[in-house]
């Protein structure tokens, strides 16, 4: 069935059965691996998962606002109803507050009020990562130097968070688009399941409107955990796998007529990209740690 589910329920157990709690900066402990890598097959099967229901609309959203929008801007994703990264925003003053206690955690120039400072969005737009991503596909399809990096060190003072996914590297094999994923510290329960639905999204549109197939997603995590408030959750998604597996895994519509990338819509109701007959398990509800 889904083989994205397959993978996932994998990762879960081996981080449960194999892992080591330590502590970490948010002062909830983690049970962490230092390591894992998968492949997907994007062209075969859109890979989002089934044994816990994820939110297209907003997940699309988040990568359209940090790769089209190219936007540190958290009130983009507010007007559309998105607030993954409400945690993480510089207030008026240039703070970044501590949600529970409300202590600032570090002070910014407050020109970065309302941001997360020089971090993703912020730089695809400097380093114009997505137009240079773009032309090299269309003119040089054996170029080898086609990486975007969101880890720039001269940014890293002055971002909130600096990238957890924080590079990819393309390509062009037989005519398919394909992109290796390299994540530096990896959310599993949250994180990645949305990382991953979000860059199956952005190869097909770049596929798209390059002209190519859409070919395979190679992910790889260096710090992969769970947070201890986080196991029950887990658990409770691994009880439903192995008592009904995985679910056929849906297909991902984009609009055909969208030529250019930055011509995708990006209104809170995502009219160019849909999930069809998308079948989970309903929710479950997991702990963000700021």
Known sequence: MSRWDDIYIHLCKKILKDGKEVENRTGVNTIKIPSFHFTLNVGEEFPILTTKQLFIRQAVLEMLWIYQEQSNDVRWLQERNVHIWDKWM????????????????????????????????????KYRLIDRLIKSLKSDPEDRRRVISLWQDCELDNAVLPSCVWSSEWDVTDGKLNVLVHQRSCDVPLGLPFNVTQYAVLLCMIAQVCGYEPGTLDWSIKDAHIYINQIDGIQE???????????????LWLNPEIKDFYNFDNSRELKDVKLLNYEHMGKIKFELTQ
């Not at 510089?90 to 910014?108: A, M, P, R, S, Y």
């Open 90 to 125: 510089i207030d008026e003053n240039g703070d970044w507050l501590n949600d529970q206690t409300g202590k600032v955690i570090k002070h910014f120039d407050p020109i970065y009020a309302y941001t997360i400072g020089t971090a993703y969005g912020y730089i695809v737009k």
């Open 237 to 251: 998604q691994i009880k439903r796998y192995e008592q009904n597996g995985s679910l056929k895994a849906p297909q």
